[in-house]
């Protein structure tokens, strides 16, 4: 069955570091993978999409993502963090069926000054 | 501007009650979906609908239903059968059901049970 992991729940940095956000999927057929930014009490935006065009994707606000086949991975990376950054990111990917998105469980991020 | 509504923004619910969460469209997309957020579990699938007059189960379906009698509406009612309604509704759309297009969110509807 499809799955997405994402490693760890919160994420500290400091501004102007690198941002390392891990998602990990499952499934036997290439995927289709998704990033969503979700700031409080909101609904969730598209950052970026693997749609299987390139394996480096460029997404929003300077965030990127690559999708390593070998590795069943999709990491979302920024350079440099701003305080802005700071939210749930979500990694998703279509279900077995192909009919909805399915999500990971999120990871926080924050940014310190 | 083109995007997905929900109404209310907040909500509130005696035990008990049936409530219904509204989720309108005008991006004529084809399928809409009904998800639950709570803290630390990400997005639960609670419903799709890839076509008007149809609709799936998703994975936590029991104590929830929902319609799709128009194209650009999908209202989830929260009955009282779901023994804990209390999270974040997220309602959204996708051009078409085949999931290698991005959905597009709602702002969310925060049902609290008092």
Not at chain 1, 1 to 20: D, I, K, P, R, Y
Not at chain 1, 48 to 67: H, R
Not at chain 1, 70 to 78: A, D, I, M, N, Q
Request: charged share 15%; hydrophobic share 35%; aromatic share 12%.
């Amino acid at each position: 069955a499809q799955s997405v992991t994402q490693l760890g729940s919160h994420v500290s940095v400091s501004e102007g570091a690198l941002v390392l956000l891990r998602c990990n999927y499952s499934s036997s057929v290439p995927p289709y993978l998704f990033w969503y930014v979700q700031y409080p009490n909101q609904g969730l935006q598209l950052l970026l999409k693997y749609t299987s065009a390139a394996t480096l994707v460029k997404g929003i606000n300077g965030f990127e993502a690559e999708f390593k086949k070998s590795e069943t991975s999709f990491h979302l990376t920024k350079p440099s963090a701003h305080m802005s950054d700071a939210a749930e990111y979500f990694c998703a990917a279509p279900n077995q069926a192909g009919t909805a998105l399915i999500f990971g469980k999120g990871t926080t991020l924050s940014v310190s000054s | 501007d083109g995007g997905i509504t929900q109404s209310p923004k907040y909500l509130f619910r005696k035990e008990g009650q049936n409530v219904t969460l509204s989720c309108e469209q005008n991006l004529n997309h084809d399928a809409m979906y009904w998800y639950r957020q709570d803290p630390g579990q990400g997005l639960r699938l609670i419903y799709y609908s890839q076509i008007v007059n149809d609709f799936q189960k998703g994975d936590i379906a029991e104590g929830y239903s929902v319609s799709r009698e128009k194209k650009e509406s999908f209202p989830l009612t929260v009955t009282s059968a779901q023994k804990n309604p209390t999270a974040f509704y997220l309602c959204a759309s996708s051009i078409h059901s085949q999931m290698n297009t991005e959905a597009f969110f709602g702002q969310g509807t925060r049902l609290t049970v008092v």
